[in-house]
């Protein structure tokens, strides 16, 4: 089904949607503090640090560009890391059982990913909009360290394997394909690169363990092509066009998936794509999957 709806939010709200991956980013490492806080015999130590988090939260919500550059962030990582430190010192073993250290592996991995996309929001702020260049092998592996990011914030919940062969019952089994005419080079707006990421986090989010996610991109004859694929939960026929509008979640899934965010995926998807001039289809069965397909032209100033 070719969507065609027009998105029922204010301006304020298509605003918010910019600093989006990064208010869920934010998320997943206030809620890490917090379980790391409640299995604790020392929950003050880390009061700084979830301190830090809020205030960061609160920038991301009200859009303040100003709290947003390197040195804040590294500022940031430093602290997490001195307070989870202090922690291991008094608490090397959590209540749960879980080892501090694997926390400081996480909070690793979660700021690489920081790290990019901080730079790509900057760059977007100072060039919105702009096609840029991306060699094919960095492109993938950029999103292999995402992949791999998911995973380890999973805490064992899940794995993801690229191999057939490899995949058990609780692995997802990822397909990733990249075609390109400028031979290993795609382009592609900073935006659009974050809107691939918030796609292909939803078909994991809503796919149950040992399902299987496929992910493709071309950019051919002046168009540039992406699709997911996933086995998971689909969304009901009647829904398939409220699934783009601000917050909206499919009925099927809203009191079923736990999910830190607030259903913006997809409209945030939608708009950045109708600005974009291209054009977005989903297809989906209620328990067999969605198949979501993007479409955008590629402007005659970009030379491939």
């Known amino acids: 089904m070719k969507i065609k709806k027009e998105i029922k939010a204010t301006e304020e709200d298509i605003e918010s949607l910019e600093m989006h991956s990064v208010i869920n980013i934010i998320s997943v490492i206030s809620s890490q503090l917090q379980l790391m806080q409640m299995d604790s015999d020392h929950p003050e130590l880390l009061d700084p640090a979830i301190k830090k988090a809020s205030e960061f939260g609160d920038a991301a919500h009200s859009k303040n560009k100003s709290f947003f550059n390197e040195e804040s962030l590294q500022e940031?990582?430093?602290?997490?890391?001195?307070s989870v430190n202090n922690l291991?010192?008094?608490q090397p073993?959590?209540?749960?059982g879980t080892a501090v250290d694997e926390?400081?592996?996480i909070f690793g991995n979660v700021f690489d990913v920081f790290e990019v996309r901080l730079k790509e929001i900057i760059n977007r702020w100072e060039a919105p909009n702009k096609w840029v260049p991306f060699k094919v092998e960095n492109f993938v592996n950029d999103f292999k360290e995402f992949f791999y990011a998911m995973e380890k914030n999973?805490?064992?919940r899940y794995h993801i394997i690229y191999n057939i062969a490899e995949q058990e019952d609780k692995d997802y089994l990822v397909n990733f394909a990249i075609n390109s005419e400028g031979n290993d080079i795609i382009y592609m707006p900073l935006i659009l690169k974050d809107v691939i990421r918030d796609l292909i986090a939803n078909a994991r989010k809503y796919t149950p363990p040992?399902?299987?996610?496929t992910i493709g991109i071309s950019q051919k004859e002046k168009v540039f092509k992406f699709v997911v694929e996933d086995t998971g939960l689909g969304i009901p026929k009647n829904e398939i066009e409220q699934v783009?509008?601000?917050?909206?979640?499919g009925s099927n899934v809203k009191d079923v998936v736990r999910t830190m965010g607030g259903g913006f995926g997809l409209t945030k998807a939608y708009h950045v794509i109708r600005e974009l001039?291209?054009?977005?289809?989903?297809e989906s069965e209620k328990g067999e999957g969605t198949k979501i397909t993007v479409e955008i032209p590629i402007p005659d100033r970009v030379k491939i």
């Open 154 to 156: 999973s805490k064992g």
């Open 277 to 282: 001039n291209g054009e977005l289809w989903i």
């Open 88 to 90: 291991r010192k008094d």
């Open 210 to 213: 040992g399902g299987e996610i």
């Open 93 to 96: 073993v959590l209540n749960d």
């Open 103 to 105: 926390y400081l592996k």
């Open 244 to 249: 783009v509008e601000y917050g909206y979640r």
């Open 76 to 82: 940031f990582e430093e602290l997490i890391k001195e």
